[in-house]
């Protein structure tokens, strides 16, 4: 057995070595033909090579004089214009374009929808000059001269999230009865700003919706100061702590629907910077307006609106007094307005030439409680007083900076309609810019005898001017 | 029956639409030039208002209320862009009430998409005027720059109605290859003025000066929406007797008295020039404004 294996390698090892030296007598002609073989493929490839590189430059050419043109011609590659060549350069370019918009739009940083808020701050001084001090005026500010820092006002807005902005007004200003300054949080509220069916709702304290002026702040009043109707009916500026919810009516007329609730409106409330103030339910205000638009000519615009308001249970905002004693003692408070403004808007030259006609009639139908041991004056009512007050003004620019115009103002007391106070204030207007601007104003005020007081003159110089971010929106048009 | 039919004519009634309306992309364009380039790409697939009439300023037009239901029904808002808009369009969208065409969303097509603004203000202090911060936004007097607010549109017309895309592209190829032909024979015209010098009320006409080779020499306002003191014009005839400028052009919506007063002092001729189709009689599509502008100033430059 060993043998026969020992015979078998032998052979193979033999066998081996025979087949080897004939494979070392063959070696030079096969590698001369394999070398051939070699140089004849390397031939093909730098052939093949040679031809892809000429397509590939003749394509880079053609892509190169494209782009030049274009270049030339000032016009991004069109998103759809078909690939010169199966290159990457379209890709390239406009990856770099991209990156290139990507620099820009991070440069539009203004916007409210950036994390930063809009900031913005406007002061605001009067100074005047008065023929009579307030025991004869019934005013909050002394005869003779006088010069105060009316409202010194910080605003800030944001978007709050994808669904709703935001915004603050904090407010600083003299306290026109004592002179101390005061500090308070005019309005502190969130817009929904896509909620469906065309509703907007507000909540938090902002300035609701009644009439036309009521909710514009003191600075950006066409005039010096806020007529007496809104100052006595509403108790200045329409500032509520509520909710209220806005409807553009889907039709091809502008109309606008709101309706509101709030824990107080104006100034109906003895501490009105107290945010915790507490009022119960039924002393709620409810308010509503209606206000629609017409095209009367291409630059002749009428805007009109009905407003109410009711509390049925309101706080006392202040009767006479009489005797030491409050006399009456507001139990409802029911008010209903009436405004339109005509506007004369040229398309053409609108920033140098315009007139507007502004209305706002209001009728206060409130109820009180009269206080029997109080010695209350003849006043011809057993507790519920009708009274009406209106202002019409008219202002006409006639250039980028000047403008001019006429208040007319007369309101009966909300508690005594035979208490009557007329003014009549001609005005003028010059805006250095758009962020800084005075104004000059007379008002001769006329008071029927009933309340004790006196006519009077007063002369007003206002300036106002604003820095940073400031606008109030849609409202402020 | 009729109580179905008066619902329905009741519910369109609501809706404020029309059925023929219905299948059309309502799109609102601020200015009558995107109104124009929108309907040029958009066809009869599109039913596009625009807010301005052409005569207004392009920062000024009145913000009226009966354009607010206009933009709470469109599906698309089309602006220039820029902040061009700033005095009128973000409160009239927050009037509007429609999300769909609020910034950032895709209904919102800013045409200024892929262009490279200039005279971007290093700061935007209000000390140097009514700044754009993000540069000037006059681009659209530029009709090469216009052709990228044609694809803007296109692109957007789009992604809102893909299944007229074929007919978006081949209008949008079209119309481009229509303003290419003009842009060339507008070149040709002024060709021959090149290094011209001029100035104007407002700063609208810097994309316009380098696209055909003039000189924008400087502005009659002080500052961006800042009247001229009596220095500023002293200065500005001054200078331009100096420097030999022989063009002053008045955008309509501005007063003529100090154009002219500019214009005969320092020698110059003076131009009444629209800076959007509609802003003089017989520039109603973007082509006739821009032949109405090339034409006025080579007219001018030639006497």
Redesign the interface.
Known sequence: MKLKHLLGVSSALCLGAAVAQAQETNKPADFDQRLQQMQKMFEQREQALEARFAEKIAAQEAEIDALKKQVAGGVNPLPTAPAAAPDQTPGLIKELSDKVDNVVEAQKKSLPSEFNPAIGFVGETVASYRSKGNDATGSDRPGGFDVWARSLELNASASVDPFAKGWVVANASADAATGESTFGIEEAALQTTSLPGSLTLTAGRFFGEFGRLGYIHDHELPFVNRPQVLAQYIGGESRSDGAQINWLVPADQYISLTAGVGDSFGGDRPNPDNPGYYRPIGGLNYWGRASTYFNLTDNWQLEAGVSGLWNPKTEDRGGLITNGLSGFTEKERRLAGLDWKVSYVPLRDNQFNSFTWGTEILFSDSRYFINPEADIPAIGHNGTVGSLGLYSYASYKWSRQWSAGFLFDCVQSAQNHDDETFAYSPFVTYALSHWNQLRLQYTHTDRRAVSGLKPDDAIYLQWAWIIGAHSHGWTQR | MKGKLFLVLLAA????TTPGNAAKVRVVATLTDLADLTRNVGGEFVEVRSL??G???TH?V?????F??LL??ADLIVLVGFDCEHAFL???L??????RI???QPGYVDCS??I??VD?PKS?D?SE??VH??GNPHYLL?P??A??AV?NIC?ALVAIAPEHAADF?KNRDAYLAKL?AK?AGWQAELAPFKGTKFVSYHEHWPYFAA?FGLVYYGTIELKP???PTPRHIEHLIASMKADHVPLVVRE????EKVPALIARDAGAKLVKLPIMPGGVPNTETYVAELDYIVHTIADALRQ
């Open positions: 009634a609501w809706l404020g301005a009439t005569i207004e300023d000024g009145p913000m009226k209320p009966s607010v239901p709470n029904r973000p409160a009239l927050e009037a509007s009430k429609n999300p609020l910034v950032g998409k892929g490279a603004p971007v935007t209000h005027g009514d911060p993000y530029d090469v720059l052709k990228t694809q692109a592209t290419d842009i696209r929406g800042v009247d309509p919506q501005f007063p």
